[in-house]
């Protein structure tokens, strides 16, 4: 993905959702600027150029993700530029009223409070969303929560994109994200690959998973469950409707988990991995149906 900008990506792929699905035009133009500003914002810092944390073998080999335990505050103005230019979007998508828009804007352009979040995420210290987090009273931890993953995933993003090759090149075997430590929200099997020239090098087909945080893909083994590690065939299976059999679900009936699963070799372009989600919602719907609950919840797979 790194030749292409991430915004036209985005805009790409919202508009093959609404060509081929004008149901779900609406629900892509409500998160669809949300995905939009974030990978705009994402482009611009990958221009300025985002300060990178090192990345120490030892820790990833003990399965510390690159991103726990650092001090986030390097990252507290990129942070607040961010959530400059994403709250006010964020604000109407959530349908907040002014007083906490107001209270949540001096909050968050305070370099050091949204890096705290930050951190808090990546350390999945949720009681800093209740205890020290803005103005409970206004706003619920969740949506603090919501609001602070989507104010960082530009920062974070751009901090994955710079790190490059030497990410891909580690060797990590876990169902969450060996930068951040966040969970999937898709997976998707690998394009084909081709040079410069159009010669075929590789047939892709390989398992990745998607950071539904920072969006880093990890290579992870085609026949296990992400959440539980479970690799019996007896207790997984796959299902796809319309006989479109690029976009399935993979479900582990062990612990109950889904993931959606989309196949790279039958798109072209490249689709952005988190605005796809948004034209397979039906694939969610039936998952809902079938008593499965998505590894990562999104504000759209949990719509009932
Ligand atoms: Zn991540
Ligand atoms: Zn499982």
């Known amino acids: ?69 650092i001090d986030m505050t ?80 530009p920062v974070l993003c751009a901090i994955v994109e710079t790190l490059g090759e030497s990410l891909s090149s580690l060797t990590w075997e876990h169902g969450h994200c060996p930068v951040c430590g966040s969970s999937p929200s898709i997976s998707h099997l690998s394009p084909k690959e081709v040079t410069d020239l159009d010669q075929l090098v590789g047939g892709g087909g390989k398992k990745f998973l998607h950071c539904s945080l920072c969006g880093h893909d990890w290579r992870f083994q085609r026949n296990a469950c992400p959440s539980c590690g479970n ?17 399935r679900i993979e479900a582990c009936h062990k612990c109950g988990k889904y993931l959606l699963n989309i196949d790279l070799r039958e798109c072209e372009p490249r689709p952005n991995l988190d605005a796809i989600q948004l034209g397979l919602i039906h694939l969610d719907i039936y998952a809902h149906e079938n008593k499965l609950s998505p590894i990562t919840s999104t504000l759209w797979n949990t719509l009932e």
């Not at 705009?40 to 221009?47: P, V």
């Not at 690799?231 to 976009?247: A, G, I, L, S």
Request: charged share 25%; proline share 4%.
């Open 1 to 69: 993905m790194s030749n292409v900008s991430a915004s036209k990506a985005v805009e790409t792929t919202l508009e093959s959702i609404r060509k081929r699905t004008p149901a779900y035009g609406q629900l892509a133009d409500r998160f669809g600027q949300v995905f939009l500003a974030v990978a705009g914002l994402r482009d611009d810092l990958m221009k300025k150029g985002v300060s990178v944390p090192d990345i120490d073998p030892g820790r990833i080999a003990a399965g510390a993700p690159v991103l726990a335990g």
């Open 74 to 153: 390097k990252w507290g103005v990129n942070l607040t530029d961010s959530a400059k230019v994403l709250l006010p979007i964020l604000s109407e998508v959530l349908e907040l009223d002014e007083k906490t828009q107001k209270s949540l804007t001096g909050h968050l352009a305070t370099p050091d409070i949204v890096s705290g979040l930050a951190q808090a995420r990546i350390e999945g210290d949720w009681k800093h969303f209740e205890n020290t987090s803005v103005c409970p009273e206004i706003v619920s931890s969740d949506t603090l929560l919501y609001i602070s993953e989507i104010v960082s995933a």
């Open 231 to 247: 690799d019996d065939n007896e207790t997984r299976e796959v299902f796809y409707v319309d006989n479109t059999k690029y976009e």
